[in-house]
């Protein structure tokens, strides 16, 4: 039996169910959309969306590392000798952006597969990254530009057949 698939369509207004991806998209458009749409390895983004999420990441961190060296100044100051107190500081200033890295982990992975599908391309490519001396391959997946081509990784449902009378 043939069936006919159709996109998935919604009234709600929320982004979630929308696959295809946002070109020039702005930088509150992409975190919104990478926050909204976490754990989705299905449908497409655009490299607008990929960037601006990838400068969202760095700022995070980035953001860690300047608390992390004013903690580090000011505790260094306050303490003197003592570096148990420092120790401790720095301790919980690491260990919430290995928590910060760790949260954005799985949503950084969607958003890198739905990419990779704005390419045409398979999200399984993504695994060549974890060979030494690949990381580059994976900064030129991302730079590739959009194809059409990758519509056919978006979600898709089965129409239901008419009732004939």
Known sequence: MTENYAAVTTDLPDDLFDDSPLPGATFPQAVRRLLRRYTVFS??????EYWWAALFYLL?????GVVGAVVAGVTGSIVGDDSTAFGWVMGIVLGLAALAWLLLL???LALAVRRMHDANLSGWL??????????????????LPSNPAGARFDRAVPIPPLDEE
């Not at 995070?60 to 860690?64: I, P």
């Open 60 to 64: 995070v961190e980035v953001g860690f």
């Open 106 to 108: 799985i949503p950084g």
């Open 126 to 143: 993504l695994l060549m990254c974890l060979v030494p001396g690949l990381v580059l391959v994976g900064i030129v997946f991302m730079l």
């Open 43 to 48: 449908g497409r983004a655009s490299r607008s």
